[in-house]
């Protein structure tokens, strides 16, 4: 196939597909939200609907516990590989609504980017790959691959239904590779492979003091406050070199190698490029490592949410009886999520003061992977990047989490390549998410050029 045809393709009808990604951007697929979720499901039928009429031979949409998934397959190639792209539909609540220039769900186009929940994470790249496959298939009349699709509605929830559907379809689900684009170039026009996620513990804790809310004149001073013990506790899970304090955390760890840490200093970063993008007043980490080796490759502990007691307007003077917080903990390999839960349940409960309970709940988690680079998959993808970019590809980390791609791994036994079409300024989960028109587009081709090269 000739590239030539593909960039022709794409000249002509790129202003449609921008149309399309904005229909598909406009469908609120909250998958954490109960009020979204007819939205999520109508945003599946969508999704088939929308591979139906690309040509795709059997799409299907395949109910679960929760949230649908939708799976496709193209396989007319007998004698050439299989691959699978996943991606999910689904995307994160929208809110604080106020700090949206343009409202999330009616997305907008300006200065060369394309501003909507969802826009990078995951439907704008999700997208890319429909658009690729559309115009190989509507130049050459074929797919030079066999191509399979598994894009689920439950990905910002921890994927809770995912396992079990592919468990229940491995023979469905047989492929020589699977491809992933849900992560990030390391720079604006520097194409990138990600070849290492960080994996996830969430969970949420609970104590309580007196079992109903006090006056706090009437009886503060006698009583315990939940919410002072658990900030107690809460410092007591970190120290000021920024190590984590939990039993046994760091045990297995594989280090770093000397020669990974060389190649995360190549790379174009800047500390204070970095805390340009954040908008911060500072850095902190722990101690004796570089901000990519914090992010990437080291793990962590944060409080992402706390509440209890009285946080409305104005001031309520009150003993609260409860106070919650809710935690996470990107791991590294070596890691374990659920060994990770158990740790932090105990390390817990062995620092709450006797006066108070806890309760510990787990949320959802993840593991970390770190995938080989030496395969004929992922030179198909660099050459892919080559061409659509016109630049060799980096090798990256990333420090996010994409918990299907240690499930592939164990049960498909299939290579696993990153390839991330955002950038790290794109405002995933936050207010004014987008996604650059230069990235949708060179991922179009990014993604016909990686399917025209497997089969080379
Ligand atoms: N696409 C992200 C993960 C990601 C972002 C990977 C940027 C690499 C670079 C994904 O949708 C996500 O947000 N994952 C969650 C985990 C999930 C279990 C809720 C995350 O990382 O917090
Ligand atoms: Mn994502
Ligand atoms: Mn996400």
Redesign the pocket.
Known sequence: MSTDSIQDYLDQHQERFMTELIEFLKIPSVSTAPEHAEDVQRCAEWVKSHLIGIGIDKVEVHPTPGHPIVYAEHCTQPDKPTVLLYG?YDV?PPEPLDEWVTPPFEPDVRDGKIFARGAT??KGQVFAHFKGLEALLKTTGELPVNVKIVLEGE?????VNLENWINAHVDMLTCDSVVIS???MFAPGLPSI?YG??G?M?CEVSVTGPGHDLHSGMYGGAVPNPINALATMIGKLTDESGKILVDGFYDNIEPLTEEERAQFASLPHTDEGFLKEVNGVGLHGEDGFTTLERIWARPTLDCNGIYGGFTGEGAKTVIPSKAHTKI?C?LVPGQNSADIGKKMEAYLRKIAPDYVKVDFHLH???EPIVVNLDNPTVQAAQRALKQAWDKDAVAIR??????VVATFGDILNAPVV?I?L?LADDR??SPNEKFDVTNFYHGITTSAYFYSELAK
């Open positions: 999910h994160q994470d995951d990905e910002e929830v921890g994927s849900d992560s990030s990600t996620l960080r996830l969430y996470s990107r959802h988690g993840g990333s420090g996010g989490s994409i918990p990153l991330g955002g995933l989960h």
